[in-house]
């Protein structure tokens, strides 16, 4: 089977990483790719992973590549070539393509859809409004005492929520947003939701356009600090399972969430197939939703991968084909298996700009360690050495049968690696542990 994956970053690298590892797959590109992508090979018949130059959001590229190569299965990793409609285009030309079609992307691309969404089939969320002028929006804002999260409706590479707690920062976001249009054409509608107040969690449903089913939970590291300081990220690390939902918890989200966002979708005409990843906060007053992502998290798949003792062709091919009925709720214990812990490893300056061109140093010795994967993110070759090509460089990833033996061994494999102006954080997981450290 020949199988494209879309996309250049950690999660596209363990997607690769773990379909390289189906008997199945007997040949594999990625677009664009990255040079640790490029270092692996198949299992089933030894043959290198070939990166294409072609961009994630070059749709026609993408598509007449796939056509001409007679591409058996694309898996899309980032947010923006599905809320393109790359899975619309594909499928139009008989190419099975594996995520949300444009409609179902909404979800992600579009913050006020959702949140219209979620008010209509009674999701529990933040109490929030959407709104496209200034005064409005200050009014709610106002009411709420600022304490809100000011967010650009459309995709904004991430940057596009601003978390205030007072009217000035508010009224400054709104301004920003609205008046000043700083976040451009997704800031001409901001949504904005009271500020709740809890452990934030990411759940992954796995979707098949009717049902969907939960994998365990995880948890994301979004500020570049020690103790959540700082800026936001893209994410500086994640683990999973967390201990924050027990069986009961999780079954509450799959009643209070799941339950309802797909009863929403058949309301809708919503064929939703792919990954459905909502941020949950949970709140003294119940789990609420604070966003729906329509795709693997990053680095939370990187964790998830890790732990997955089965094929993931087996649960894409259910996810394509409407079958996920036949995969009884308890499939989690037996396709993941253990805990994961995924600590990026940013170039000095990250999230700001930052220089690129060091040398990566201990790559192997640090893969060499039982039970971990270096992804590769911002990397690329020169003069036959790994060079940093980034912000966010590495997901030094590693697997145990503990939260505490999954993490020794990741920031021992961290260790071993050296670059210029590395930067991590040295408290990923320490949550689940009750710690600071
Ligand atoms: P988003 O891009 O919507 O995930 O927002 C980025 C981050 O902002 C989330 O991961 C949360 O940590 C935080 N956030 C978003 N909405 C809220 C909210 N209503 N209350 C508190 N924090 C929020
Ligand atoms: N883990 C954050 C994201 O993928 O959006």
Not at 19 to 44: D, F, K
Not at 231 to 251: I, K, Q, R
Not at 422 to 431: C, E, P, V
Request: hydrophobic content about 40%; overall charge positive; proline content about 4%.
């Amino acid at each position: 089977m020949k199988v494209l994956v879309i996309g250049s970053g950690g999660r596209e690298h363990a997607l690769v990483w773990k379909l390289a590892q189906s008997p199945r797959v007997s040949t594999m590109w990625c677009a664009p790719g990255n040079a640790g992508i490029a270092a692996e090979a198949l299992a089933s018949n030894g043959t290198p992973v070939q990166c294409l130059n072609l961009a994630a959001e070059n749709l026609s590229g993408l598509l007449a590549f796939a056509a001409e190569k007679r591409v058996d299965l694309t898996v899309v990793g980032p947010d923006n070539p599905l809320a393109m409609g790359i899975v619309d285009q594909f499928q139009e030309k008989g190419l099975r393509i594996w995520g949300p079609n444009q409609r179902a992307a909404q979800f992600e691309s579009s913050k006020a859809f959702s949140q219209a969404f979620m008010e209509k089939y009674g999701i529990p969320t933040a109490r929030s409004k959407t709104f496209s002028l200034a005064g409005a929006a200050k009014r709610f804002a106002a009411e709420l005492r600022g304490r809100c999260a000011v967010k650009a409706d459309g995709l904004a590479l991430g940057k596009g929520v601003l978390l205030c707690r007072s009217e000035e920062e508010a009224f400054r976001a709104i301004d920003d947003m609205l008046v000043h249009q700083k976040y451009g054409a997704a800031g001409r509608q901001v949504v904005i939701q009271e500020l709740l107040e809890g452990m934030e969690i990411s759940l992954h449903a796995l979707c098949d356009g009717r049902v969907s089913r939960l994998f365990p939970t995880a948890q994301d590291h979004k500020r570049v600090g020690e103790g959540d300081t700082g800026a936001n990220t893209g994410g500086m690390g994640a683990y999973s399972p967390t201990p924050f939902l027990d069986a009961a918890g999780m079954e509450q989200m799959a009643d209070r969430i799941l339950a309802p966002w797909e009863r929403g979708c058949r309301g809708e005409g919503i064929d939703f197939r792919g990954i459905l990843y909502p941020g949950v906060m949970l709140t003294r007053n119940g789990p609420k939703v604070l966003e729906f992502n329509a795709r693997f998290g990053d680095p939370e798949t990187q964790a998830y991968l890790m732990l997955m003792s089965k094929d993931l062709l087996d649960l894409i091919d259910l996810s394509l084909d409407g079958g996920l009925e036949g995969l009884t709720k308890d499939f989690v214990a037996s396709y993941f298996r253990g805990v994961a812990v995924c600590v990026v490893m940013a170039s000095a300056g990250y999230p700001g700009p930052c220089e690129k061109g060091k040398v990566i140093r201990g790559l192997e010795e640090a893969g060499r360690l039982p039970r971990t994967k270096v992804f590769h993110a911002g990397t690329a070759r020169a003069d036959g050495e790994f060079v940093t090509n980034g912000g966010r460089v590495l997901g030094v990833t590693a697997a145990g049968a503990t939260l505490a033996e999954a993490r020794a061994r990741a920031y021992q494999a961290v260790r071993k690696i050296q670059f210029d102006g590395a930067q991590y954080r040295r408290d990923i997981g320490a949550k689940a542990l009750g710690s600071a450290t």
